[in-house]
């Protein structure tokens, strides 16, 4: 009813799509094996055309100032996040305005105590336009959270500047059901 398309996830991913493609450095902490699942077997999957590949690497030399290793982008692990899919469609379609979000099953090596688990469900959106603002974001957290979350009165609904590594700008919403 919003007009967005849905991405669907894998829960298994190379750390290309889930680290590299964001430039996300191979030695950052996120990628160790205290933060992340690595698959046992089979260990490698696919990189996409050679092309991209060439583009990602080169970036991340640019930015980074080492040599990425193709090895470690083939390494296939269990979603950390879902942002990978974003970027992987804002690739493959480029027909603005876009609306995309997705839902999909996450994990990562939490410490377990009541609020947090090694795996949760991540939901994501992304709305690609040039001529989108702040405003157009809020205005689109506002309607989701009337329109799915069953929020009754938008004077319940705030909003939160927040960091989101992959994300600028970035919010927060927070709501109050009427059934609480």
Not at 15 to 35: C, K, M, V, Y
Not at 93 to 102: A, E, I, M, V
Not at 162 to 175: M, Q
Request: positive net charge.
């Amino acid at each position: 009813a919003m007009g967005f398309k849905e991405m669907r996830p894998s829960a298994v991913e190379t750390e290309f799509w889930n680290f590299d493609a964001l430039i996300t450095p191979q030695s950052h902490p996120t990628r160790s094996e205290g933060d992340t699942y690595y698959l046992r077997s089979p260990k490698q999957g696919n990189l996409p055309d050679k092309e991209l590949v060439e583009k990602v690497k080169q970036k991340h030399k640019e930015s980074w100032k080492y040599d990425w290793q193709e090895s470690k982008a083939k390494r296939l692990i269990l979603n950390s996040h879902t942002t990978w899919l974003s970027a992987k469609h804002l690739l493959k379609d480029k027909n603005y305005p876009l609306r995309y979000f997705s839902i999909g099953r996450i994990f990562r090596r939490d410490v377990l105590d009541a609020t947090h688990l090694p795996e949760f469900n991540h939901m994501e959106g992304i709305v690609a336009d040039e001529s989108l603002t702040l405003r157009d974001l809020l205005g689109v957290l506002e309607s989701f959270a009337v329109e799915i979350g069953g929020i009754k009165n938008p004077k319940d609904i705030k909003f939160k500047a927040a960091y989101f590594p992959y994300t600028e700008p970035s919010v927060e919403l927070f709501a109050k059901h009427p059934a609480v």
